[in-house]
């Protein structure tokens, strides 16, 4: 009885051991594995970082061209408008300087 006590002893004990093995051996493999993917998903965030940064910029490149065409554009209807403007102004006078002008003239030959 003694010897089979011992026996079950030395073979729990054992089993013991390798239990405390394979679990320190199960922690280093999951810290590894862990270190592992830290390693990776940080290397895609910084993946996607890049390339949503490129993608956000030449965005931006677009849009900031859009609107200096769009800007050019509206200064050149702008200064079209200004122009057509200046134009019918200078038409007006010219035109209310001819019938001044005329006025006087047939009011200078009435009273001669």
């Known amino acids: 009885e003694k010897v089979k006590s011992d026996m079950l002893a030395v073979a729990n004990s054992s089993q013991s051991e390798q239990l405390e093995q394979l679990a320190a051996s199960h922690k280093e493999e999951m810290a590894r594995v862990h270190s592992e993917m830290e390693a990776s998903t940080s290397q895609a965030i910084a993946q996607n ?15 900031t061209t859009e609107l ?14 200004a122009e057509e403007q200046r134009l019918a102004e200078i038409e007006r006078v010219t035109n209310e300087l001819n019938k001044t002008y005329e006025e006087k003239v047939t009011s200078v030959k009435a009273s001669w």
């Open 49 to 63: 970082t890049e390339q949503l940064s490129a993608s956000h910029a030449a965005e931006l490149a677009n849009l």
């Open 68 to 81: 200096q065409s769009s800007s050019s554009e509206e200064i050149k209807r702008i200064q079209a408008a």
